[in-house]
C-alpha cells in the first residue's frame, strides 16, 4: 500500500527549503529604486537576466553572496553579508555575475548597520589557525574591515598596487590567508612599512587601518 503524505506536511517541507535558499535582489538604481532581479542561485553572466552593468543597489535577505564585475564571477569581487546595500559604491553599475557562498557551519549573520550587511567570526581569536570557514574559490586572501573577521570584505587573488580600487585603502583590520605569504604595505605599490604574513588567521593586525596594498611574495 503506498503511502499518503498530507499535503500540509509537503507545503510546510518546502517552505523549509525556501527559507534555507539565498536570496539577492538587485536595483538599478541607488536606494532600491529602479528596476530590479531577485536571484535564488548562481548566474555566471547577468546578460542573461538583462541586468548585466546594472546594478546600484542590493539587498540580501538570505544567504551569503559574491557578485564580481565580469561574467563566470570573474574580476574584482564583492563578498555581500546579510543586509541592505543602498549603494554598492566602486561595483556601481559593474556586476556580471553573482552566486552565493557556501560558509560550511559558520554561525548566523543578522546585523543590518543600514549601509551594508555585517558577519560574525568564528574560530581561534586568540591566535593563527588553519581552519578557515571564510575564504571562497580561488581568494587567496580575504581583508576585513573589523577585527575579528567583521564588517565589510574584500576576496583577493593577485597583486593589487591599491586598496583604493576595491574603496578598501586603509581599512583593514583583520586578514586570513588561505595561501601563500603576502606582503602588506602601508602605501600604494608597496611603499611605506611592510609586513609579511603566511597563511592563517588574523583577528587583530599590527597595521590596524594603515594598509594599501599587498602582494604574495612566495
Given at each position: 500500500?503506498?503511502?499518503?503524505?498530507?499535503?500540509?506536511?509537503?507545503?510546510?517541507?518546502?517552505?523549509?527549503?525556501?527559507?534555507?535558499?539565498?536570496?539577492?535582489?538587485?536595483?538599478?538604481r541607488p536606494d532600491f529604486g529602479g528596476h530590479d532581479v531577485s536571484l535564488r542561485g548562481a548566474v555566471t553572466d547577468l546578460n542573461q537576466r538583462d541586468f548585466?552593468?546594472?546594478?546600484?543597489?542590493?539587498?540580501?535577505?538570505?544567504?551569503?553572496?559574491?557578485?564580481?564585475?565580469?561574467?563566470?564571477?570573474?574580476?574584482?569581487?564583492?563578498?555581500?553579508?546579510?543586509?541592505?546595500?543602498?549603494?554598492?559604491?566602486?561595483?556601481?553599475?559593474?556586476?556580471?555575475?553573482?552566486?552565493?557562498?557556501?560558509?560550511?557551519?559558520?554561525?548566523?549573520?543578522?546585523?543590518?548597520?543600514?549601509?551594508?550587511?555585517?558577519?560574525?567570526?568564528?574560530?581561534?581569536?586568540?591566535?593563527?589557525?588553519?581552519?578557515?570557514?571564510?575564504?571562497?574559490?580561488?581568494?587567496?586572501?580575504?581583508?576585513?574591515?573589523?577585527?575579528?573577521?567583521?564588517?565589510?570584505?574584500?576576496?583577493?587573488?593577485?597583486?593589487?598596487?591599491?586598496?583604493?580600487?576595491?574603496?578598501?585603502?586603509?581599512?583593514?583590520?583583520?586578514?586570513?590567508?588561505?595561501?601563500?605569504?603576502?606582503?602588506f604595505c602601508n602605501d600604494a605599490d608597496y611603499g611605506g612599512q611592510c609586513i609579511t604574513y603566511g597563511p592563517g588567521r588574523y583577528p587583530v593586525i599590527d597595521?590596524?587601518?594603515?594598509?594599501?596594498?599587498?602582494?604574495?611574495?612566495?
Amino acid at each position: 500500500m503506498k503511502k499518503i503524505i498530507p499535503a500540509a506536511f509537503l507545503l510546510a517541507a518546502l517552505n523549509q527549503v525556501a527559507a534555507q535558499a539565498g536570496e539577492l535582489t538587485l536595483f538599478s538604481r541607488p536606494d532600491f529604486g529602479g528596476h530590479d532581479v531577485s536571484l535564488r542561485g548562481a548566474v555566471t553572466d547577468l546578460n542573461q537576466r538583462d541586468f548585466n552593468d546594472r546594478a546600484s543597489s542590493a539587498v540580501v535577505r538570505a544567504g551569503t553572496w559574491e557578485v564580481c564585475e565580469h561574467a563566470d564571477f570573474g574580476g574584482r569581487c564583492m563578498i555581500l553579508e546579510r543586509g541592505e546595500y543602498p549603494t554598492l559604491r566602486r561595483f556601481d553599475n559593474l556586476i556580471s555575475s553573482a552566486r552565493e557562498l557556501d560558509r560550511g557551519n559558520r554561525g548566523g549573520r543578522d546585523r543590518d548597520d543600514g549601509n551594508r550587511g555585517h558577519g560574525h567570526g568564528h574560530g581561534n581569536d586568540n591566535g593563527r589557525g588553519n581552519d578557515n570557514d571564510y575564504g571562497r574559490r580561488g581568494d587567496a586572501v580575504m581583508l576585513f574591515e573589523h577585527a575579528r573577521f567583521e564588517g565589510r570584505q574584500v576576496g583577493v587573488h593577485n597583486d593589487v598596487r591599491t586598496l583604493r580600487d576595491f574603496d578598501f585603502n586603509d581599512v583593514v583590520s583583520s586578514i586570513v590567508i588561505n595561501d601563500g605569504r603576502w606582503e602588506f604595505c602601508n602605501d600604494a605599490d608597496y611603499g611605506g612599512q611592510c609586513i609579511t604574513y603566511g597563511p592563517g588567521r588574523y583577528p587583530v593586525i599590527d597595521m590596524n587601518d594603515r594598509i594599501s596594498s599587498l602582494r604574495r611574495v612566495r
